[in-house]
């Protein structure tokens, strides 16, 4: 079983920045891919970051120039820096984590519980 724990969401203005973190804990060998995804009301899920094990990254066009995201591999910990953010950023944002278990266990994703991010003046 995996847990992923989200925090730093909260209400900020138009402009200013928030730092998400996610932390996994429990049966983890290997976190491959960790990222997070946004879901805004009447919108579907979407992809906002994500990153491998070795560094590389990937953002959604929206984002790009504007979030960061990182990772620390010993702590299993993702984090998604985010600055000028724009009241169309309001979602609520869940972390997701690729993970294999043990060594003969597949590779299964798991969510968090959701954290909110909301862009207002």
């Known amino acids: 079983q995996v847990q992923l724990v989200e925090s730093g969401g909260g209400l900020v203005q138009p402009g200013g920045s928030l730092r998400l973190s996610c932390a996994a804990s429990?049966?983890?060998?290997?976190?491959?891919?960790m990222g997070w995804y946004r879901q805004a009301p009447g919108k579907q899920r979407e992809l906002v970051a994500s990153i491998i094990s070795a560094g590389n990254t990937n953002y959604a066009d929206s984002v790009k120039g504007r979030f960061t995201i990182s990772r620390d591999n010993a702590k299993n910990t993702v984090y998604l820096q985010m600055n000028s953010l724009k009241p169309e950023d309001t979602a609520v944002y869940y972390c997701n984590a690729k993970i294999q278990a043990t060594q003969r266990a597949t590779i299964n994703s798991w969510w968090g519980q959701g954290t909110q991010v909301t862009v207002s003046s």
């Open positions: 429990g049966s983890i060998l290997v976190a491959y891919i």
